[in-house]
């Protein structure tokens, strides 16, 4: 049973560029989470995803940032002119359930973004 | 969620058990006790987690005082690979449980 798959692993911008990560759930899982973490800091929520619909992106910077998980396809973290506090490890997580105790919630490898 | 507090760091000797402990006082009587680790550069890893009983699978177990005030993951045979920092989490049974609260956890060593 294949994990939470992101890609790409690591990624390279300059400042002003846009960097779109992308996340494949669990098979079967239908929620997916964005966390960030920042270098030598603890990992943070950024937002909450159902087929379609965010559900929470309480988290998530107000600007620049944008997250989406659509009908057909991977979630995708999309940021816009990336500066250099960007830079960090994103990670993207999924569970089958939205909340409740049968929803543990697997992580996926990581984004790893740099910004120059 | 309730707080925890987890010890910054701890050694194990590789073969010997890694016993490492969270308090959660505060924790509620619908609040899980859920545990994670992070290797370096890898993405967390979920272990294992627990209401009341102890738990055990084939990672760990894990350990819950009876007044649930705090607990004890459990690495019976500990390995070098399982050098990383461990979360110990407390999560609601429901509503917004799945923002994971992340502490700074307890970097585990494992020296050969």
């Known amino acids: 049973n294949a994990g939470v798959m992101q890609n790409p692993r690591h990624l390279v911008r300059r400042r002003g560029q846009e960097a779109r990560l992308r996340c494949s759930p669990m098979?079967?899982?239908?929620?997916v989470y964005w966390y960030r973490q920042l270098p030598e800091e603890g990992l943070k929520f950024m937002v909450y995803l159902q087929k379609e619909n965010i559900i929470d992106e309480s988290g998530m910077p107000k600007e620049r940032f944008s997250a989406e998980f659509p009908k057909e396809g991977p979630s995708i973290l999309r940021i816009q002119q990336v500066v250099r506090g960007d830079s960090a490890a994103y990670f993207c997580?999924?569970?089958?359930?939205?909340?409740?105790?049968?929803?543990?919630?697997?992580f996926g490898e990581g984004s790893w973004l740099t910004v120059v | 969620d309730a707080k925890t507090t987890q010890p910054p760091s701890m050694d194990c000797a590789e073969g010997r058990a890694a016993n490492l402990p969270c308090n959660h006082s505060t924790i509620s009587g619908n609040e899980y006790v859920y545990w994670y680790r992070q290797i370096h550069s890898q993405g967390p890893q979920y272990i294992i987690h627990?209401?009341?009983n102890n738990e055990t699978n084939e990672m760990a177990s894990l350990i819950i005082t009876e007044d649930r005030k705090s607990s004890t993951l459990i690495l019976p045979h500990a390995t070098l690979r399982d050098t990383a920092v461990y979360y110990c989490?407390?999560?609601?049974?429901?509503?917004?449980?799945?923002?994971?609260?992340f502490g700074k956890g307890t970097l585990l060593t494992v020296n050969p």
């Open positions: 098979k079967g899982h239908s929620h």
């Open positions: 997580a999924s569970s089958p359930l939205g909340e409740g105790a049968g929803n543990t919630i697997y």
């Open positions: 989490i407390v999560r609601n049974s429901g509503g917004s449980n799945y923002k994971l609260t």
């Open positions: 627990g209401l009341k």
